[in-house]
Nanobody, 119 residues
């Protein structure tokens, strides 16, 4: 009932920038918090950034000052602007949304987009 489409990943050199997007579609009444997670090879998935429905944000210490999460409620889309990328930012990035739909509240994950940062 709710589909997420992620885009924007790719290969970038250290110090470079990428912008990830995650667009939601389907039977959506309201989207609450929108998050970005990442999972590096051999590691657990970790929370990178959160933005609430009111626009408050929070970041993992490892990305503070470099990454910016934002949302466009009219487009049901969340973004992650990633600057000053480091090789340790290499991971599959997943968006995660809390969505109120016609059949209730759902937590929905994107398919993941690979970010590779070369040194």
């Amino acid at each position: 009932q709710v589909q997420l489409v992620e885009s924007g990943g790719g290969l970038v050199q250290a110090g470079g920038s990428l912008r990830l997007s995650c667009a939601a579609s389907g039977s959506i009444f309201r989207i609450n918090a929108m998050d970005w997670y990442r999972q590096a090879p051999g590691k657990q998935r970790e929370l990178v950034a959160v933005i609430t429905s009111g626009g408050s944000t929070n970041y993992a210490d490892s990305v503070k000052g470099r990454f910016t999460i934002s949302r466009d409620n009219a487009k049901n889309t969340v973004y992650l602007q990633m600057n000053s990328l480091k090789p340790e930012d290499t991971a599959v990035y997943y968006c995660h949304l809390g969505v109120l739909t016609g059949v209730g509240y759902l937590e929905v994950w994107g398919q993941g987009t690979l970010v590779t940062v070369s040194s």
